[in-house]
């Protein structure tokens, strides 16, 4: 089994920063890829940032110049540092993880159990 803990989210005002960090552990052979998906209330869930194994990264257009994933391939971390946040970044974050498991050597997606972030005043 793959597990993805997350801890970071909480309540922060507008143009604060958060920092979001995701460790995968478990049954691992290799990681692909990482990223953080979001969903809003009544919204579908977005891919918001994401990063290879050879540290290329894919940002949503919404969050580019505010957001950065950066990636620990030794401790199979993967951190999404927010800032300028904006009340439209209220949502529930997901961290999620390509992972080779040595117990099916497979390519497959896991998902964290998702951190909430709140941007009010």
């Known amino acids: 089994q793959v597990q993805l803990v997350e801890s970071g989210g909480g309540l922060v005002q507008p143009g604060g920063s958060l920092r979001l960090s995701c460790a995968a552990s478990?049954?691992?052979?290799?990681?692909?890829?990482m990223g953080w998906y979001r969903q809003a209330p009544g919204k579908e869930r977005e891919l918001v940032a994401a990063?290879?194994?050879?540290?290329?990264?894919n940002y949503a257009d919404s969050v580019k110049g505010r957001f950065t994933i950066s990636r620990d391939r030794a401790k199979n971390t993967v951190y999404l540092s927010m800032n300028s946040l904006k009340p439209e970044d209220t949502a529930v974050y997901y961290c999620?993880?390509?992972?080779?498991?040595?117990?099916?050597?497979?390519?497959?997606?896991?998902w964290g159990q998702g951190t909430q972030v709140t941007v009010s005043s």
């Open positions: 999620n993880a390509r992972v080779v498991a040595t117990t099916t050597y497979r390519l497959n997606d896991y």
């Open positions: 478990g049954s691992i052979l290799s990681i692909n890829a």
């Open positions: 990063i290879t194994n050879v540290g290329s990264t």
